[in-house]
Nanobody, 120 residues
Framework: QVQLVESGGGLVQPGGSLRLSCIASGSIFSINAMGWYRQAPGKQRELVARISSSSSTNYADSVKGRFLISRDNAKNTVYLQMNSLKPEDTAVYYC??????????????WGQGTQVTVSS
């Protein structure tokens, strides 16, 4: 079994910053791509940013230049630094990881989500 736990969400004013963290734990052999998705009320879940095992990255157009995804492989952790936040960034943010378990199974794992609210 594998588990992803996010932290770092909260309420921030427009123009502010937040840093999300997501730690993977459990029967992990290796972690491939990791990413952050978000879902706003009444909208579909969308990809925010993704980072491969070799640390190549891609971002949604709406966050390019404002958000930065990074990972610490030694800690099985992925981060999302969010700067210049806008009200439209308000959503529940979910961590995702493609994990190869100790039982040699590929698992697409999700965290429970963390709320980010951008409001004055």
């Amino acid at each position: 079994q594998v588990q992803l736990v996010e932290s770092g969400g909260g309420l921030v004013q427009p123009g502010g910053s937040l840093r999300l963290s997501c730690i993977a734990s459990g029967s992990i052999f290796s972690i491939n791509a990791m990413g952050w998705y978000r879902q706003a009320p009444g909208k579909q879940r969308e990809l925010v940013a993704r980072i491969s095992s070799s640390s190549s990255t891609n971002y949604a157009d709406s966050v390019k230049g404002r958000f930065l995804i990074s990972r610490d492989n030694a800690k099985n952790t992925v981060y999302l630094q969010m700067n210049s936040l806008k009200p439209e960034d308000t959503a529940v943010y979910y961590c995702n990881a493609h994990i190869f378990t100790s039982s040699y199974l590929n698992t697409d794992a999700w965290g429970q989500g963390t709320q980010v609210t951008v409001s004055s």
